[in-house]
């Protein structure tokens, strides 16, 4: 269960494109994308440290960044991971490793119903009271993010800032409006929550105007529906049960 969403203090991702088109043309993508590491070096070098060194004194001291990544990383997106060590390394800081991903969400490609009903799951320790960083190298919903500040706030660390390559959400902020989140709650209750596993209030702004567009839960049950059957053949086709 999502039940936490994103502190106030962080409103928005610190980002430094806002669409992968720049991101997705640099010549060592593809490798990095597949889970080679120096690939993701390459890139992230010479696409990000000015942007990191730019950012420095708007992050807190001491921070531990930390970034969505499985146990077993080959053959997976090496450029969070990465991109989090060139964080630690620019802010003279430590990056957390063992924190990790447990369940692989396959998000490339997938629309924001798939999105939401492929939830991203953790497991590691956290150090209560610490004070963390997000990394990713995009963010669309923002729900992949949401669930690790989640996972790190149900255990007691605190989340400070997020820091990613790509904001590519139609909105650019995390939090959704006061207005959205209680005509959530007016119009479908419990339902959101028996749905998706997300209490309204921990919804990210991107996900709580998806939903709202929406006009009975029946809507947004077929559509979840259909979204887990396209999910099932989009993944067939490339191969994966």
Wanted: negative net charge; contains cysteine; glycine residues 6%.
């Amino acid at each position: 269960m999502r039940r936490h969403g994103f502190p106030s203090g962080v409103k928005e991702p610190f980002w430094l494109f806002d669409n992968d088109s720049t991101l997705k043309s640099y010549p060592f993508y593809k490798e990095a994308k597949a889970g080679n590491k120096e690939a993701a070096v390459e890139l992230i070098a010479n696409l990000a440290l000015d942007f990191l060194v730019g950012i420095k004194n708007m992050l807190p001291e001491n921070a531990i960044f930390v970034a969505p990544h499985a146990r077993e990383a080959t053959g997976d997106n090496a450029i969070p991971q990465v991109l989090a060590a060139a964080c630690s390394l620019v802010m003279q800081s430590e990056v957390e490793t063992d924190i990790v991903q447990i369940t692989r969400v396959f998000h490339t490609g997938a629309d924001p119903m798939e999105r939401m009903s492929l939830r991203a799951e953790f497991d590691g320790a956290v150090i209560k009271d610490a004070q963390y960083v997000l990394v990713d190298d995009v963010t669309n919903m923002g729900g992949t993010l949401a669930e690790l500040a989640d996972f790190l706030l149900e255990r007691g660390g605190l989340v400070s800032a997020v820091v990613v390559l790509v904001n590519a959400g139609r909105v650019k902020h995390f939090h959704p409006t006061r207005t959205i989140i209680k005509k959530l709650e007016e119009r479908y209750g419990d339902e959101i929550t028996e749905m998706f596993g997300i209490t309204p209030s921990a919804l990210t702004a991107n996900e709580a105007n998806y939903l709202v567009g929406f006009r009975t839960a029946d809507e947004i049950r077929n559509r979840l529906a259909k979204a887990r059957k396209e999910t099932r053949i989009r993944l067939r086709s490339k191969g994966i049960e």
